[in-house]
């Protein structure tokens, strides 16, 4: 469990801040190579950081798909996604209304990377979206 909930933590941190880059908005996401490109760099560090505490990160899936495949392949797989209203139901609406919620989860997240000694500057990067995201949205609880 405590793999499972450490993975999921550096990849919803990851989606909402490259959401929050791309102004709330998934479909805009999905446009942007650089940020699909930040987004794929970002998750795969996080996932570094998930090793480098010593478990494994799971589900498999999202290993394989953020560690083992080209990155050329998970760009286009979460450009393709992003562009989707599924992709609006199942992140863009909850982002947009978790501000708050992700600033908590990705400060968790900057914890852990410190204590485990992995710089994770692409991570970084999106982490600075969450918090600008989470002070100008007004649901957020900050």
């Known amino acids: 469990m405590d793999a499972w909930l450490k993975t999921h933590a550096f990849f919803v941190t990851a989606v909402c801040g490259a959401i929050y880059q791309a102004g709330g908005d998934c479909r805009r996401l ?10 794929v760099t970002a998750v795969s560090e996080g996932f570094g950081v ?10 498999f899936s999202l290993k394989v798909l953020f560690t083992w495949l080209p990155r ?3 760009v286009g797989y979460w450009r393709r996604f992003f562009s989707t209203s599924t992709a609006e139901y199942i992140f863009g609406a909850h ?3 978790a501000a708050g919620e992700m600033l908590e989860v990705a400060r ?20 600075t979206s ?13």
């Open 72 to 74: 050329s392949f998970a």
């Open 30 to 39: 999905s446009l942007d190579n650089a940020a699909l490109e930040l987004f």
């Open 95 to 97: 982002a947009r209304a």
């Open 50 to 59: 998930v090793r480098a505490t010593g478990l494994p990160v799971t589900p």
């Open 130 to 142: 969450i918090e600008s995201y989470a002070r100008s949205s007004p649901a957020s609880a900050i």
């Open 108 to 127: 968790d997240c900057r914890a852990l990377a410190q204590t485990a000694g992995v710089d994770a500057v692409s991570w970084q990067r999106l982490m």
